[in-house]
């Protein structure tokens, strides 16, 4: 059974880049892709992206010129970068697989929270 | 705004029914399989539904989806306080080339 892992600094300054990883455990993405959903808190759910086994890739149009989601070689480790950081990406962001050709996300992160604040 | 609509909160007793329906387009539900989550309080969101109408393993059978059009519905029957969560719906949206999520919707046993 996969298992997903986000991690990261729960802390960064307005203007800078929000990196997180999510370490992939149990079984393999082969054949699925790993996206990046964010909530900020006491609100809904926005999708931020996606990477393919493949190397792959799909953004939220309003996030596209700013987000960066990526594979490492091994296919364990899924990276999320948001350059230009406001308080406005405030929020719990999760790792989540999702089924290429299919339009649900089936195994989630617990999440990690990333605060944007001088 | 999101993309899909759904209605802010719903209540019911105890072993009531209800229903939390989720308004989209061609572009999205109108075309693609619809999908909902469970999140209950401090916790990450769960499937509930896929594919419209299926569960996952281990989903009682007091939740059941369909779709129509560009709309589509939950069903939760036989209420449990421990149903007392925010719900979403999702799916694909072919103009956006992105995912999609409803606003969600506090479900309230009360």
């Known amino acids: 059974q996969m298992q997903l892992q986000e991690s990261g600094p729960g802390l960064v300054k307005p203007s800078e880049t929000l990196s997180l990883t999510c370490t992939v455990s149990g079984d393999s993405i082969s054949d699925n892709y790993c996206a990046w959903i964010r909530q900020p808190t006491g609100k809904g759910l926005e999708w931020i992206g996606l990477v393919e086994y493949s190397g792959k890739t799909a953004y939220n149009p309003t996030l596209r010129n700013r987000v960066t989601i990526s594979l490492d070689t091994s296919k364990k480790k899924v990276f999320l970068d948001l350059r230009s950081a406001t308080a406005a990406d405030t929020a719990v962001y999760y790792c989540v697989r999702g089924y290429i050709g299919a339009d649900y996300l089936d195994v989630w992160g617990t999440g990690t929270t990333v605060t944007v604040s001088s | 705004q999101s993309v899909l609509t759904q209605p802010p909160s719903v209540s019911a007793a105890p072993g009531q029914k209800v229903t939390i329906s989720c308004s989209g387009s061609s572009s999205n539900i109108g075309n693609k399989y619809v999908s909902w989550y469970q999140q209950l309080p401090g916790t990450a969101p769960k499937l509930l539904i896929y594919?419209?109408?299926k569960r996952p393993s281990g989903i009682p059978d007091r939740f059941s989806g369909s779709k129509s059009g560009t709309s589509a519905t939950l069903y939760i029957t036989g209420l449990q306080t421990g149903d007392e969560a925010n719900y979403y719906c999702g799916t694909w949206d072919t103009s956006l080339s992105a995912g999609v999520f409803g606003g969600g919707t506090k479900l309230t046993v009360l």
């Open positions: 594919d419209n109408n």
